[in-house]
């Protein structure tokens, strides 16, 4: 979609459309991946939630957990106060979607969902709505990018999986990390450990049409790493003084089919499956919660430092709001993180309602994610500083 004349966005730009907002704004995201958190978060803090579904996808919001009321207005059950629904998910950015979510007073909290079915060119220059969050950095998620989190990640001295230039230099364990070939939200990613093995899984994989090889051309083949993985959800705050501004907030883990599947099952009923059975797909189903010992947690939040210190010197004003470190963990509790998500992170579902151990620590009420975000979207409004944490 292209606007004609369109300017690219600016930041004074948004700004500018905050200024005009009512207080409070309300709180919209796209009908997937996290939104449940995000919702019940907005209303958990007072404020009103909106959800942007696509056509066939909207039951969970519009009926499941539709905000019902009381006498007076209260909510009595539900977290979801509104839902527009789009033909497609794209069609969140057509001029006129726009016009609507301005009118209303809507910021938009991004997740995966949105940068995966919203072009991010469009995003980036034609989406003139504000964003809770940065903007800029959803791009560094595409590896195919020339600067994406493994670059921000080496500039930050953060540890990063080995990378193989080419298959023919793999020589221990390796994952190939690449797109499900129609599942685009989801992973293609399988293990190899000779170029051989590459050849033979890749094209046993395009045969099953899980991957393509277009996106093999240009899959990122790295080391494997033995150990725990846990997913670091940080939150990162301007309103604050900077040695304040990083919180911890909580850790999940993902499940993943069918690979959770085969590690279930024995070594001999593993040899039993069909060879193509025996290929795991890594596609996300759902998470699980997870903490981390205590003696790890100061080099965690080293590693959510650093991030937040390359990404503000990179892509001004920065990090902003949450962010998810994936990250394993070996035998001597050092972190190599695999992965970023710049903005509200997959996993963050297992803690709404009742928070994320260290975000409730922290804030000595339960303080999940999604609620954290409104947390922030709340004092800012009323301090009359969302222009802070916009893009």
Known sequence: MNLAGAMPISLAEIRGLVAGYPHPPIVGTVGSHSALDVADGAVTEGLSSLVLAQAGRELTYARYFRTVRGRGGARRRGCVDDVWTFPTFADIATPASQERLRSHGVLLVPNRA????????????????????????????????RENYYTLLEKAGIRIPRAFPTPDAIDRLAMVKLPHATRRLERGFFTVASPEEYRTKSEALIARGTITAADLATARIEEYVLGPVFNFNFFFSPLVAREEGLELLGVDERRESTLDGLVRLPAAQQLELSEAARIPEYTVVGHGTLTVRESILEEVFRLGERFVDVSRERYPPGILGPFCLQTCLDADGRPTVFDVAARIGGGTNVHLGIGHPYGNALWRAPMSTGRRIAHEIRRASDDGRLAEIVT
């Open 114 to 145: 949105l940068s995966s079915y919203v072009p991010l060119a469009t995003i980036e220059d034609e989406l003139r709505i504000p964003i809770v969050g940065s903007r800029a950095l959803l791009r560094i998620e595409e590896r195919t990018e």
